[in-house]
């Protein structure tokens, strides 16, 4: 194998697509703490990055014979033969401690810990519950609330500030409707695999209502960041009104469209509706 292949394995075997939004949303909440750019701030953000790409790694040893059965994962590294399970192991545990340890040296140990509990949290609970119930999406969300709770920490803040309690209950919220639109677009692949799927529990038509309700939900939740100073200037908070009501506007048609690319589109503009919230909560704590 090629270095470059090499590479190319690993960033997929860590799921780099996944881990630099969530490396993202660490930055977010230190940003809610600390608009000090420092080596600490890096150290703590990249230091996520790698415990994502570490839990991610675990995921893929845990799920591989499974991947094997789906079009969507039989080509990832461990059941492509990319890479062995013993690797995969030994690359997981290298991105662990590289990661905890980043995070210890520009955090401080409660951050450390709340990131322990996330690692045990996504690998031995929800990663085992996915092929018990078609709703473990629902406690599998809690994973996308830890990120910028570590980074709202490790800059020094309290744990239960309400801020940073607003801006994880809004990922936690928003975590659910992004699951329930992958399952639709790969629910059969996922049935394939042997997991509990929403099409055992309900139908296509109540799956998209129920997505629709957490879809408003998570706007909704958005729409309470102002009360709780997660965002403060007027600037902010009007453009979040204006996202907001753009995430409404193509959130209805999924009543009407149960293609995949209607469910798709969806999915994506679902993605940049948190990114551009993020960006905002960046822009309103250093410019505004």
């Known amino acids: 194998m090629s270095e470059t292949s090499k590479i190319k394995s690993l960033l997929e075997l860590g799921k780099i697509k996944i881990a630099i939004p969530i490396a993202l949303s660490c930055f977010t909440g230190y940003l809610l703490q600390s608009t000090d750019f420092s080596l600490d701030m890096a150290a703590v953000v990249f230091g ?12 893929h040893v845990q799920e591989h014979k499974k991947d094997a059965l789906m079009n969507r994962t039989k080509f990832r590294p461990i059941p492509s033969g990319k890479l062995s399970k013993n690797g995969a192991v030994g690359w997981s545990l290298l991105f662990l401690v590289v990661g905890c340890a980043l995070l210890v ?10 990131a322990l509990f996330s690692i045990l949290w996504y690998n031995l609970l929800y990663t085992p519950l996915k092929q018990l119930s078609a709703f473990a999406v629902v406690p599998g969300a809690l994973s996308g609330a830890f990120p910028p709770l570590i980074g709202f920490v490790a800059a020094g803040g309290d744990l239960f500030a309400p801020p940073i309690l607003a801006l994880a209950f809004f990922f936690f919220i928003g975590q659910i409707p992004h699951f329930w639109l992958l399952l639709l677009l790969y629910g059969d692949d996922y049935k394939r695999g042997g997991f509990k799927v929403l099409t055992d529990v309900f139908s296509i038509k109540q799956i998209h209502f129920i997505t629709l309700i957490w879809m408003l939900s998570t706007v909704m ?11 403060s200037s007027q600037v902010s908070i009007w453009i979040l009104l204006i996202m907001s009501a753009w995430i409404i506007f193509y959130s209805f048609p999924i009543l009407k469209n149960y293609d995949r690319l ?6 994506l503009q679902l993605n940049l509706y948190f990114l551009l919230i993020m960006i905002m909560i960046g822009i309103d704590r250093l410019y505004l």
């Open 48 to 59: 996520i990055l790698f415990i994502v790409a570490g839990a991610s790694a675990i995921n």
């Open 262 to 267: 209607s469910v798709r589109k969806l999915f």
């Open 221 to 231: 939740v958005a729409l309470l960041l102002p009360l709780f100073e997660v965002l």
């Open 105 to 114: 040296w520009g955090g401080n140990i409660l951050s450390f810990y709340i």
